[in-house]
């Protein structure tokens, strides 16, 4: 959930202070509670963190210069353990004159008991992290050892959880020693320098040449070498891999906001996640996955496992999936899949799906698949990362980075990757399903120039989002996958401007949520095409003359030429026609811009909102 950053370069660079603080910059997404930065300046160990954001820390580096260096380690937080404060903000330091500085991803379950046994030695804490216990492990096993990388290896057999440890010491100038369980590390391959992160963002800037480090691994850099062991000591190999997006594309690029950006950025997510996937007849061509398929056709079940927008990804692939193949298919919230005792065997496909292939809820549940003896894929944005590691195979997204903490873009590229998923199965299993699978498939090439029309049209939305700034509630309708589709417009208004909203499946109204109507309370409705199956559309046009009656102002989500909701709609935002099942690709992208433009107006951070991280790698 941290931003971690490590650099070593040679011995007369003297810019390692200015390529973590660049690294800060582009992670400051994964948390912004208090930043530091530790360097080694001679013979001791020269630090400076602040509470707040990262402009904090540069204010007082300003102000109390560091000098120049060749190894440093920073840190943005996220606070777990200990509120936002400067003493609890990382780097922490341990040892005799704190000559060791140590940064943390993660949670240590067993800090508390560590804590104690260190108290009883004598050792100060000066803050209320369960960081600090690990700076002061590691530097006890360095003053017996006098070896940095083996005072981690010590201390990582000590420690339960779920962590990513970076540690510099004043008697190693040159070397940053790391560790990883179950937390992000990637290692930036450069020439003359290397570079540690959470995230290849931490080092786009000056390498696209990368390391992804297993399980239970301890890396150590140094100018000109990297090396990696396993936490049992044994020497271990990491996978090298060539970064395929540069440092623009984690940049604004003239946009207000990253939120902003990557909105209009979708066309590319799902037209990228689609490239190289299918014939020319629309035959897919899924190599990547890397499993048989005849174990792929023996599938009887498919569980979908994810938390929040990668949710309702789920959800709206649940409706698509099953029509295509008749399979049948659930959805789990990932943090319940493996406390209720889930009904899994090996002709059970478990589809994980997470943007940074952190989630440690959806990492979990992965495992306990696993245990199981499920098939597991893993959907994911992110190469390098944990859960595609822990999975069968993988069907990675190609949305490029997504900084912005509330999701955009990866949203409509696991719907994608979702999509070609069901359908490949559907294409193994043969007749009619196959054939379908491949007109989809031609449907969907379209899509990405149907998104643009969508962003095109998007003036009287923004307009619109202007006017609410001061609503106190936003409700959301919808049927079929238009309801995952409402249930995503109402968590994008809650992370964004902090303000009451709910979706609801429309059928639901008259059980309960009618009575939320009142006169002026704005409501989107997203319609279904006129075409949809069961007659969808003329029942979803009848709950907005039931919230019309009531006083609700309708905000309607229509398709081209679907005229039967004029009459009863305040608003109609434009969508082109497609597909049912594909609907969702479009639908939702007037409620993104919606949420963005307001939660703007309300002079809030989109980017970055209260609370929130981009990456959840605790449970």
């Known amino acids: 959930m941290c931003g971690i950053v490590g650099y070593v370069g040679p011995a007369t660079d003297g810019t390692a202070l200015d390529v973590v603080m660049e690294g800060l910059a582009r992670l400051e997404y994964r948390g912004y509670d208090s930043a530091g930065i530790a360097v080694i300046d001679g013979d001791h160990v020269a630090f400076r963190k602040r509470s707040g954001k990262l402009v904090n820390l540069r204010d007082e580096i300003t102000g109390r210069p560091l000098s120049a260096t060749t190894t440093a380690i920073g840190h943005t937080r996220w606070a777990t353990h200990g509120g936002p404060t400067d003493d609890n903000a990382h780097p922490h330091l341990g040892g005799p004159e704190g000559r060791l500085a140590l940064i943390h991803n993660g949670i240590i379950e067993n800090f508390h008991s560590l804590k104690t046994e260190l108290l009883a030695q004598g050792v100060t804490f000066a803050s209320e992290t369960d960081t600090e216990v690990a700076a002061h492990l590691v530097a006890a096993a360095y003053e017996r050892t006098h070896d940095l990388t083996a005072a981690m290896l010590a201390t990582v057999a000590r420690l339960h959880g779920a962590f990513t440890l970076l540690a510099i010491h004043a008697d190693q100038p040159g070397v940053v020693v790391g560790a990883r369980r179950n937390s992000p590390l990637v290692v930036g391959l450069g020439d003359g320098a290397n570079y540690l992160g959470s995230d290849v963002a931490a080092f786009i800037g000056h390498t696209r040449e990368a390391m992804e480090l297993g399980q239970d691994q301890i890396v150590t850099i140094t100018p000109d070498s990297v090396s990696v062991i396993g936490f049992d000591g044994t020497p271990a190999q990491g996978r090298r891999y060539h970064v395929d997006w540069d440092a623009a594309a984690a940049e604004k690029g003239g946009y207000p906001s990253f939120m902003a950006k990557e909105i209009d950025e979708q066309p590319h997510a799902v037209a990228d996640t689609l490239l190289g996937r299918t014939k020319d007849d629309g035959e897919l061509v899924l190599d990547e996955l890397r499993v ?39 959805v789990e919230l990932a943090h319940e899949f493996r406390y209720r005792d889930p009904v899994v065997n090996g002709t059970t496909l478990v589809v994980s799906v997470s943007q940074s292939g952190e989630t440690m809820d959806t990492l979990m549940a992965v495992k306990h698949a696993n245990e199981l003896g499920a098939l597991t894929v893993s959907i994911c944005n992110t190469h390098g990362s944990t859960i595609p590691r822990e999975s069968d195979a993988v069907l990675y997204t190609h949305a490029g980075p997504e900084i912005a903490v509330a999701s955009t873009k990866a949203f409509l590229a696991q719907i994608t990757a979702c999509y070609l998923l069901g359908l490949y199965l559907a294409q193994l299993r043969g007749g009619t399903a196959a054939d379908e699978a491949q007109a989809v498939m031609r449907e969907l090439r379209e899509v990405p120039d149907k998104i643009q029309t969508v962003l095109d049209r998007m003036d009287r939305v923004r307009e619109i989002a202007r ?24 968590l994008k208004l809650k992370e964004l401007a902090y303000i009451h909203a709910e979706g609801f499946a429309a059928g639901e109204l008259k059980h309960g949520p009618i009575a939320l109507i009142e006169p002026g309370q704005p409501v989107f409705v997203i319609v279904p095409g006129p075409d949809t199956p069961h007659d969808l559309h003329a029942k979803v046009v009848s709950n907005i003359q039931e919230i019309r009656a009531r006083g609700a102002r309708t905000l309607v989500v229509a398709q081209d030429g679907d005229e039967a909701v004029v009459p009863f709609a305040d608003e109609v935002i434009r969508v082109p026609r497609t597909p049912p099942l594909l609907q969702p690709l479009l639908t ?23 609370n929130l991280a981009k990456s959840v790698t605790v449970e």
């Open 467 to 490: 006017f609410m700034a001061d609503s106190r509630s936003v409700l959301f309708l919808g049927r079929h996958v238009g309801f995952p589709v409402a249930l995503e417009g109402a």
């Open 292 to 330: 048989s398929e005849d174990a792929l056709r023996a599938v009887d079940k498919i569980i979908i496992v994810a938390c929040g927008t990668a949710a309702y990804a789920g959800m709206v692939a649940k409706y698509a999936i099953e029509h295509w193949t008749r399979i049948p298919c659930e």
């Open 588 to 610: 939702v992208v007037p409620l993104q811009v919606f949420a963005c433009q307001l939660a703007t107006a309300k002079g809030l951070d989109v980017d970055q909102p209260r």
